[in-house]
């Protein structure tokens, strides 16, 4: 089976995010007033061929662990979506 | 049999300068390839600066997985002598050599310019021609330099004394934790800095006080040899 893997990697909470920043700036001279709190990550979309959800999910996991973040700065979340 | 190998990677940039500046102490020198598995006997391995695979996902993630950095962790772990400057920094911490990450600058520039540092190891193979607490200007030239590590892991490069280089009070160029501009590992033989000592190494680029790491790894070498 197919799988679509969603992968989300934002920097920690509490790590100087300067671009975040940045883009948050931006966002309040445009006007937006009561934007906050920005941070920017990133996204990275994939396809997996894997005999369940779950097996999918571990591998994902895996190269999130591995290669997709760094576990010094970044948290990643994870979504499986049956192609 | 070389005594110094230069890794090269798709998009390092400072290769040939860190080479001739080797060769300069006279040192025998050659790139190896990051497709190549071995490290040709040498004694000495520097990763250079660059944008190693573009920078791509994180600065030297993806030159971590590259075939030669299998023998460069071996070569290390032998107690072989590693330096990593700039890009090759990143890539270090990137494979675990070295502990943190360098992170995007704090003020999102990329800075390029002379900076002042202290050194505050003398006991690796990169340094030990300096004195310690010898202030050296050097070049950065980076936009992610900013070490980053949990205030446990630089409590205890602090506790070691593995803080290799420091940035002067008031001439942090990128926000790095501490001013820490360059750490090693708890044996000292793997050792990254972002300046580019390669860059500052030779009186007709009215600068050579980043001469002292390349002499510092010629008497390293000879010591080897001395040994053997």
């Known amino acids: 089976m197919r799988f679509r893997i969603l992968v989300r990697v934002m920097p920690r909470a509490g790590l100087l ?3 975040g920043q940045a883009v948050e700036r931006a966002l309040v001279e445009l006007g937006f007033r009561e ?8 996204a990275i979309e994939l396809t997996i061929e894997a005999g369940s959800a779950e097996d999918a999910g571990r591998q994902a996991q895996s190269m ?3 290669l997709l973040a760094n576990p010094v700065t970044e948290d990643f979340s994870l979504e499986v979506i049956a192609a | 049999m070389i005594q110094a190998a230069v890794v090269r990677f798709p998009g390092s940039n400072c290769e040939t300068e860190t080479l001739r500046a080797l060769e300069a102490v006279g040192l025998s020198a050659d790139f190896v390839w990051h497709r190549d598995d071995t490290l040709q006997g040498a004694d000495v391995v520097v990763l250079p600066g660059g944008f190693s695979y573009g920078d791509y996902l994180r600065s030297g993630a993806i030159a971590r997985f590259s075939p030669i950095m299998g023998a460069v962790r071996e070569h290390a772990n032998a107690g072989g002598a590693v330096f990593g400057i700039c890009n090759g920094f990143q890539i270090l911490c990137e494979s675990g050599l070295l502990p943190g990450a360098l992170m995007r600058n704090a003020r999102l520039t990329f800075v390029s310019r002379p900076v002042t ?25 980076h936009g ?4 980053v590590a949990s205030a446990e892991v630089v409590r205890e490069l602090r506790a070691e004394g593995r803080v290799v280089l420091q940035y002067l009070a008031g ?4 926000g790095s934790t501490a001013d820490i501009a360059g750490i090693s590992n708890a044996a000292g033989n793997v ?12 009186g007709m680029l009215n600068n050579d006080t980043g001469a002292g790491f390349f002499t510092s790894m010629a008497s390293w070498t000879s010591a080897l040899k001395g040994v053997a």
């Open chain 1, 35 to 42: 934007a906050g709190e920005a941070r920017v990550g990133r």
């Open chain 2, 171 to 174: 001439h942090n160029p990128n």
């Open chain 2, 191 to 202: 050792v990254g800095i972002m300046p580019h000592p390669e860059r500052a190494n030779n």
């Open chain 1, 17 to 19: 995010d300067p671009e």
């Open chain 2, 117 to 141: 540092v202290c050194v505050e190891r003398t006991t690796t193979p990169f340094t030990g021609g300096y004195t310690e607490g010898a202030t050296l200007t050097l070049p950065v030239a």
């Open chain 2, 144 to 147: 992610e330099g900013r070490f």
């Open chain 1, 64 to 66: 999130c662990e591995r």
